[in-house]
Structures are given as structure tokens and as C-alpha cells.
């Protein structure tokens, strides 16, 4: 999108001039004329390009002029950027010279001497004069499409006026189609066939998955089936990949296996004689003999199996022998409106909804009972207030374009032309995934910094920034399957639905480009890849890394290589660095990996680099802190990594710090407190003092203040306060997690609760986790004053023999105590409720917004009772919002309080409670006590 490519390349011209000012160097030698008229093109063609945005569906001549202004842009953007690099090295070696006498004589003589800034001023300055001719050339060709200049209007993020997003998880007038399909997978009177294939037919938009993930969810079909499976297929339709997507559900592993004919004896092993449920969800081919090859490996189960299959053509479900056919047709007119009134209209007052109502109904006709489109449509609206807004709406040429490839592309990109020229380009990115990806919502934010998306905000993180334009687009409906695990109080992961992912595939016109590589041998790249910006490389196992990539095109931004657990893609790292210079982020995660090049130094544009559970990296090169631009460093899980590099101090850029599980890592190296624009940092490892000066001490934690996430390694090394108290956590406005790790203590007369007291964080925190803590008590003054925790962890903390007065958190949903061995009895000190009742009156409610409890391994403890149920007058409530409760390995628990035992709607799961008199759970181990071991 050139529109935002063309505002960063004009604010690196604005930054750049700002710092020559600032560091009395002059502008470039010989191209000021350029760089004068490159600014004064790039600002008149910026005034057009809202009409071109707007013509270039229909006119395919426009289109073809903004790629090659978007081609342009990205060339300019990568010199500005590397001029701006070299600037910032310049005030790093300053900034050095400042401390030492000697680099200080050095860095003023040949500052003076002009040596080493003139030779990069005449390099930049060659490159300059070319893309100022491209660029000219550019400028003269628009005016034969004689686009409008459109007056731009403040076209702000729209802020949801609530926390949450509509309830969508009803589904309107699709009862019947349900209930006839449940009663076709649950019918045991038609089982003579090998293979009961039912096949959902209907357009893009019109629900197919939607309804197929209804019945897949329903709980009589859950009872049903002894085993499920749910495999999206998509294109092409590769057979092997399939299977061993089948086998990996079946085994929850991986597959090793390379061959298609291991591959289905092994599902063949697992299911046969098995009454087995597969949905095959979004199925194009139309080539029998893909089926065939299949197919034997499905045969063997009980004759009550059943295959649900989704796909866009009755073709294709004839093709693999379907038995029954539900063609899915529009949403009847009065099931869109329930569904298009309850997004529209959320928010308005009656009186507001009453003069919307009859252009709201013309608005419902234009998406034609498509769901998608009525949903997208009505999500655009929810913040639409006016009539005239709706009429706009309404009267858009767009809803006329024949050139649009699908019906359901009008009303999105209705919904998509609406947004800001920042969020488009975000939303645009996410072509970069393939269909029905799993998207990690966090890391998707800082990719969008990494290029320079978002744009920052007076008195505001530009983290935040990003979270509110992923907001917006979710409430545009440009994002669905929102996933979040029971322990967690954030949205992990999401998903686009497949209509939504071509129409970002079309608006980018190949400048994304997903693959997977699932066999041996060279991959051949498509003629198209030389215009490719994005790729993401998902890489399964036994393949190999295509080495085509980095000679098919040397211009890519992002590169995301996802690799299958175990893969190893054999990736020479060196080769791909030295011809991918340009990139801007560089996902390694997985990759088995174990080395980095000296020559990653030339990736001198990377914002984002993630090596992420490479376990064999030993270490990391100095040269990596040349790259002074990068924002986001992931090595969490390197675990062979021993030690930081020396350098850390110059990646003054960095905000992202992420170093989890990196267990060999024993202290953080000197110079880190100069990243003062932290703002995660997972964790900071406290050094044992054997390190001197190498090490960074725990004090430089008080440069970090504008610190979202924090966790501390080795806390228990500490012993005096005063430092604790010194890193001024209190003041850290935006801390929102913090975790804290009290091993390291060798010391038997440690005071851990004047060590606790001096932590002090912010009452804005919403998350904390303890472990490892070994004083006797645990609630320090300041617990009481965290009215905004809602996520609370102590784990592993033994010498506790009381459990903490924790019901006065007001805010808390979430609750985790692992490991008080001495705890023997939880009763009024749990719902910090005291015993002296006399003098109150008020109802008090403890926990009031618990809604997630668990406790494993207390090993010692018996009863879990109340002394009292009422405080004066008032009566005392207690986890009135409690939806789960998990006891494991609790072995003399003896019973439940009786407020819990009378709780009919509470989910009780029980794990080695052997005297626990409630209802037993029969399994062996939870998923949630997994979850949180791993």
C-alpha cells in the first residue's frame, strides 16, 4: 500500500533532517537538488493518492502506476533508512567517546576532518540521484489519470465504547442445517458404505465452516465419536501433508515419517476398528486420484464413522464419493437481519437505532444472505452514528464494481477502504500467513512496529498504539478464532477466515507470498517471487530450507521461516544474510539452528529477529549490536546460550527483550541500562557477584521506566533492600506483568519478606507471578493495593504455612498456588475477612471476581473451612463468580467448603485426591497442570 510507504519515507526525511541539525553534519554532498525535489514529488503525488487507493479496483492502469510507486517507495525507504543508520552510529560512537578519553580525541579528529561521513554521504548520495529520476518519471505519468486531490479528513482509530467485542458466537438461521447433520453423523441405520462422506456445499462467505465447527463442537456428537479429527486442507491438495496432518492429531506429535504409504499405514494402525469423526474443512480438488491415494487409510474404522467435508463446489464432493450432499444456501431475509442488527445497532440508544432501521434493511439486501458480508458490513456501521454516514454507505460505487472477483469482496472492502492508511497496511501484512494459520497476536504487533505500521502518539507507547489497531480490526471483523487458554487473562492467537485472507492476497497483488515446503528436492519459485516483499516458509519434516529464496529475490522485508518440531531445515545462515540485506524481520524460531554469522552485522535495516528455541546456539556474535536498529530479540529457550554479548548497550533501539528459558544465561552483561526504551524484559538474570564489572547490577533496572513486562531471575541472590527498593518499580506507571524468581539464596538468615516489601510494584499491575519464595508469610502492604490484578501465580513457596489473604483483591480472576507443602489449613485469613465481627454491618464479598482456581501439591494439607459466614448484620459471599476449580495432588484434603460443594454450575476436576469426598475426575493428569509445568 503506497500510501503509508509514502508518509515513512517523508518522515524519515523529517527525522533525518533533525539529527544533521542536532549533530552539525551537512546534508549530502552533491544531491541536495535530489533530496529537495524527491520530497516535493512524494508530497504531490501523496495528495492523489486517496482517489488512486480508490480507482484502482476498476482501473487496472492505476493499479499498475501504485506498484510501481509502491516499488519506488520501498527503494527510497531502504536508502533513508541505511542514511539514517549511519547517523545513529555516528551518535553511538559519541556517546562512547564521552567516557573515554581517548575515543574522544579520536572521534573529534576525524569528525573534523570529515573523513568517514564524507564517504557515506557520496555512496548515499549516488543512490539518491537514481531513485530521483525513477521517481520523477513517476510523478509525470499521474497526471495523464487526472486523479482528484482529496482533502484528507482526521480519520481516527474508532475506540470501542465497551471492553469487549460483540458476542458473535451465535449463529442465525442455520438450526435446521445443523440438526440435519447431527442427526446424519449420529444415524446408525445407513452403515453399509466403507466410507459415510457428508459434504458441505456453499459460496465463499456463506458459513460452511462455521457450521461444520457447530456440529464438530456439539456435545452429543462429542459423546459419539471415540475419536476426532479436524484437518484444514485448503490448496493445493497435497496428500501427504494431509495425512500427516491426520496421524499428528491422532499420536499429538509430530511425524518423522516422509513416505504417504507410511504415513496411512501408521492412521490405519490408530484407527482401526475406531468410530472416528473427520472434518476435511475447505476441500478445491477436483482430481480423483488425490482422493484415492487417501483414502485407504480411512477405510478401516467402525462402519459408524463419518467424514464431514466443507468445500466451494458440488464438483468436488462428487469427485470423493460423498453420500450426502447439504447445500448450503443465503441466510433468509429475516435471519440477516437478527445477525445484522445485533452488530449494527450494538451501542445505540432505541431512539438512534429507530432512524437507521429502513436504510440498515436496504444495507442487508446489498450482501445478498451472505453471513461474512452481513457481519463485516454491520461491524463497519457499529461506529457509524448518523444517518448521512449510513447513506454514504449506502451509495458507495463500490457496491457497483464488476471487477471485484468475489460478491462477499464489496462489503470487505467497504469495511477495509474506512480504515486509516496505517491499519490498512497492518491488516495488509497478515497476507503473509497461510490460510487458517494459527497467528501469535503478540509477535504480529511487533512485526507491525518492526516496518514502521504504526504510527507512535503524544504520550502514549506505541505498543499500546498497536494493541488499539488490533482492536479495531478484530471489531471490523478482519479477524475471527480468537484463542485464549483458561490460565491467561490476554488473547493469544487468532485466525482470518479464508475470504478474508484472498482479499488481502488481492489487494496486495503478490507482495506476500506463503509456501510450504513438504518434500525433498529443490523448490521452483513462481515468476511472481521477484516482486515478493513478505514470504513466510512453513517447512515440514524432512524438508529442507529452499536455498531458491535467497537467490530469487534479494528485496524481501520479512521472512518468516515455520518450521514442524524437529525439523531440521538446513539453513545456511550466512548466505541467507549476505543476500537479504533489506530485511526488516527475520523469524528463526525452531529452525535448528546453531550458529549465527559475524556477517549478520549487514542486516543493518532489522527491527525484528526471532531465534526462539534454536537449542543448540552457543553463543551470539558482537557484531549481532551493530544492528542498531533492531526493536525485537527473541532467544527464548536457546539453552545452550551462555552468556549475552558484550555490546547489548548499542542496540539503544531495543524494546523487546526476550530470553526466557535461556537457563545457561548467569548474569546481563554491563551497558544494558543504556536501553532506556524497554519495555519487555524477560528476565533480567541477577549474577551471583563473581562477574565484576562484566556484570550489570540489579540498580539499572531503575533506567528502564517505561517497563510493561518484567520478570527477575535469581532474586533470592539479593540481600540488601535499600537496592530492591531502588529500582523504583513503583514508578513504573505501565508495568502490567511482573515475575519474580527468588532462587539463588544460600543464605539461611535471608529476610524474604523485608525483600518482598521492597519489591513494591505499581497498583496498575494486572499480573504476578512468585516463585521460589522462601519466607514463612507471604502478603506484603503493598498486595492490598493492587485493585487491578487479575492474574495471581505463587508457585513452589514452601515455608508458607498460611495461605495469604488474597480475597481482598478485588480485581483477581485467576488464581494459582503451587507447592505451599506446609499449608494445613485454608479458612479466614484466605478471604481476608477478620474474625472481629462486632462493629460491621455491610455484606462483604470475597474473591468477587475469582473465576479460575487452582492448587496442586500441597502436600500437608487437610481442611479447607470457614469459620464464619457472616460479619455483623452483613452477610459474607464467597467466589460468587467461580466458574473452575482444580485440586491436584492435594493427598489429605479431606473435603470442600460447603459453599463450593453447592455450587451446581462449578466445573470440579479433582487429580490424586485420594480423601477428597466429592466426585472424582478419572484422569491420571490435567491439561491445565501441563500447561503451566510447561
Not at 526462539?612 to 551493530?626: A, D, G, M, R, V
Request: aromatic residues 8%.
Amino acid at each position: 500500500m503506497p500510501e503509508l510507504l509514502v508518509e515513512i519515507v517523508l518522515e524519515q526525511f523529517a527525522s533525518i533532517t533533525r539529527q544533521q541539525a542536532e549533530e552539525g553534519i551537512r546534508l549530502i554532498a552533491g544531491a541536495g537538488q535530489e533530496v529537495e525535489r524527491l520530497q516535493s514529488n512524494l508530497r504531490s503525488i501523496r495528495a492523489v493518492l486517496d482517489d488512486a487507493e480508490n480507482r484502482q479496483a476498476k482501473d487496472n492502469d492505476v493499479r499498475v502506476w501504485l506498484a510501481k510507486l509502491k516499488d519506488v517507495s520501498y527503494d527510497i525507504d531502504d536508502v533513508l533508512d541505511e542514511w539514517n543508520t549511519k547517523l545513529q552510529k555516528l551518535k553511538i560512537k559519541k556517546a562512547e567517546a564521552a567516557f573515554n578519553p581517548l575515543k574522544k580525541v579520536c572521534f573529534f579528529i576525524l569528525h573534523y576532518l570529515g573523513c568517514r561521513p564524507l564517504v557515506m554521504r557520496y555512496d548515499i548520495g549516488v543512490k539518491i540521484k537514481d531513485l530521483d529520476r525513477k521517481l520523477d518519471i513517476i510523478a509525470t505519468e499521474k497526471e495523464r489519470f487526472t486523479f482528484r486531490s482529496i482533502t484528507r479528513g482526521n480519520k481516527g482509530i474508532q475506540r470501542p465504547m465497551t471492553t469487549s467485542v460483540v458476542d458473535l458466537t451465535e449463529v442465525y438461521g442455520r438450526e435446521g442445517d445443523k440438526n440435519t447433520i447431527i442427526d446424519l453423523l449420529l444415524n446408525q441405520s445407513n452403515c453399509m458404505q466403507d466410507l459415510y462422506i457428508i459434504s458441505i456445499v456453499g459460496m465463499g462467505g456463506i458459513g460452511k465452516t462455521t457450521l461444520a465447527k457447530l456440529v464438530f463442537n456439539d456435545d452429543k456428537v462429542s459423546t459419539h465419536f471415540e475419536i476426532k479429527i479436524w484437518v484444514c486442507v485448503s490448496e493445493p491438495f497435497d496428500e501427504l501433508r494431509i495425512a500427516k496432518a491426520i496421524l499428528e492429531s491422532l499420536t499429538n506429535s509430530a511425524s518423522n515419517l516422509h513416505e504417504l504409504e507410511t504415513v496411512v499405514q501408521n492412521i490405519h494402525q490408530v484407527l482401526e476398528r475406531k468410530k472416528f469423526l473427520l472434518v476435511l474443512d475447505d476441500v478445491w480438488t477436483e482430481n480423483p486420484k488425490n482422493w484415492e491415494n487417501l483414502k485407504p487409510s480411512l477405510t478401516c474404522g467402525s462402519l459408524e464413522s463419518r467424514i464431514l467435508v466443507t468445500t466451494r463446489k458440488e464438483k468436488v464432493a462428487n469427485v470423493i464419493g460423498t453420500t450426502k450432499i447439504i447445500s448450503l444456501g443465503t441466510l433468509p431475509e429475516n435471519k440477516c437481519w437478527l445477525l445484522f442488527s445485533r452488530i449494527a445497532f450494538f451501542g445505540k440508544t432505541i431512539e438512534e437505532s429507530n432512524k437507521l432501521v429502513e436504510i440498515g434493511r436496504k444495507l442487508v439486501q446489498k450482501c445478498k444472505g451472505l453471513p461474512l458480508a452481513i457481519k463485516t458490513l454491520a461491524s463497519l456501521l457499529r461506529y457509524k452514528k448518523t444517518f448521512d454516514e449510513w447513506q454514504n454507505i449506502l451509495e458507495n460505487e463500490i457496491w457497483e464494481l464488476e471487477e471485484v472477483e468475489q460478491e462477499v469482496f464489496r462489503p470487505l472492502l467497504l469495511s477495509y477502504c474506512d480504515l486509516p492508511y496505517t491499519l490498512k497496511k497492518c491488516f495488509l501484512h497478515c497476507a503473509i500467513f497461510p490460510k487458517d494459520y494459527k497467528i501469535n497476536i503478540e509477535k504480529l504487533i511487533w512485526l507491525w512496529m518492526a516496518h514502521g505500521y504504526v504510527k507512535s502518539k503524544p504520550n502514549k507507547d506505541i505498543e499500546l498504539v498497536s494493541e488499539e489497531y488490533f482492536e479495531t480490526l478484530a471489531i471490523h471483523s478482519f479477524f475471527q478464532d480468537f484463542e485464549k487458554r483458561t490460565d491467561e487473562i490476554r488473547i493469544r492467537f487468532c485466525k482470518m477466515h479464508d475470504i478474508v485472507h484472498d482479499f488481502a492476497q488481492f489487494l496486495t497483488q503478490n507482495e506476500c507470498y506463503a509456501m510450504e515446503v513438504a518434500g525433498v528436492g529443490e523448490i521452483e519459485l513462481d515468476s511472481t517471487y521477484d516482486r515478493v516483499r513478505h514470504s513466510m516458509i512453513k517447512i515440514q519434516k524432512g524438508s529442507s530450507f529452499p536455498s531458491s529464496i535467497c537467490t530469487g529475490n534479494t528485496f524481501l522485508r520479512s521472512l518468516v521461516v515455520d518450521c514442524n518440531y524437529g525439523t531440521n531445515p538446513k539453513i545456511v545462515l550466512s548466505k541467507l544474510v549476505d543476500q537479504l540485506a533489506y530485511l526488516r524481520s527475520l523469524s528463526l524460531n525452531n529452525c535448528s539452528i546453531e550458529e549465527i554469522p559475524v556477517e549478520i552485522k549487514g542486516l543493518i535495516h532489522l527491527r525484528y529477529l526471532d531465534l526462539s528455541q534454536n537449542h543448540k546456539i552457543k553463543k551470539l556474535p558482537e557484531t549481532l549490536c551493530e544492528l542498531h536498529n533492531l526493536q525485537t530479540l527473541d532467544i527464548s529457550g536457546c539453552i545452550a546460550l551462555r552468556k549475552l554479548p558484550r555490546g547489548m548497550g548499542n542496540l539503544i533501539n531495543m524494546r523487546h527483550l526476550l530470553n526466557r528459558a535461556t537457563i545457561s544465561i548467569s548474569y546481563m552483561p554491563q551497558g544494558l541500562e543504556r536501553l532506556t526504551g524497554l519495555r519487555t524484559l524477560r528476565p533480567f538474570v541477577i549474577s551471583d557477584g563473581s562477574y565484576g564489572s562484566k556484570a550489570c547490577s540489579i540498580e539499572c533496572l531503575r533506567n528502564f521506566k517505561g517497563l510493561q513486562c518484567l520478570s527477575i531471575r535469581g532474586f533470592g541472590k539479593l540481600t540488601d533492600a535499600a537496592k530492591v527498593k531502588g529500582i523504583e518499580l513503583i514508578n513504573k506507571k505501565n508495568l502490567r506483568d511482573l515475575g519474580v524468581n527468588f532462587q539463588g539464596s544460600n543464605n539461611e538468615g535471608q529476610d524474604y519478606e523485608e525483600l518482598l516489601e521492597a519489591l513494591q510494584p505499581p497498583p496498575n499491575l494486572m499480573t504476578l507471578f512468585l516463585v521460589n519464595y522462601k519466607g514463612n508469610t507471604m502478603f506484603p502492604n503493598w498486595m492490598v493495593s493492587l485493585n487491578k490484578l487479575r492474574k495471581l501465580s505463587l508457585l513452589n513457596c514452601v515455608n508458607c504455612e498460611h495461605l495469604p489473604p488474597l480475597g481482598k483483591l478485588s480485581s483477581l480472576e485467576i488464581l494459582i498456588i503451587w507447592g505451599m507443602k506446609r499449608v494445613k489449613r485454608a479458612g479466614n485469613e484466605f478471604l481476608g475477612i477478620e474474625n472481629d465481627t462486632k462493629s460491621a454491618s455491610s455484606s462483604v464479598i470475597a474473591f468477587p471476581n475469582l473465576k479460575y482456581l487452582w492448587f496442586y501439591y500441597m502436600e500437608d494439607w487437610e481442611e479447607w473451612n470457614y469459620d464464619i459466614t457472616k460479619r455483623g448484620d452483613g452477610d459474607i459471599t464467597v467466589m460468587l463468580s467461580l466458574k473452575t476449580l482444580e485440586i491436584s495432588g492435594c493427598l489429605k484434603l479431606r473435603s470442600l467448603p460447603s459453599h463450593l460443594r453447592q455450587m451446581s454450575t462449578l466445573k470440579k476436576e479433582f487429580y490424586n485426591c485420594p480423601l477428597l469426598d466429592e466426585q472424582r475426575t478419572d484422569n491420571a493428569s490435567s491439561s491445565a497442570s501441563h500447561q503451566l509445568q510447561q
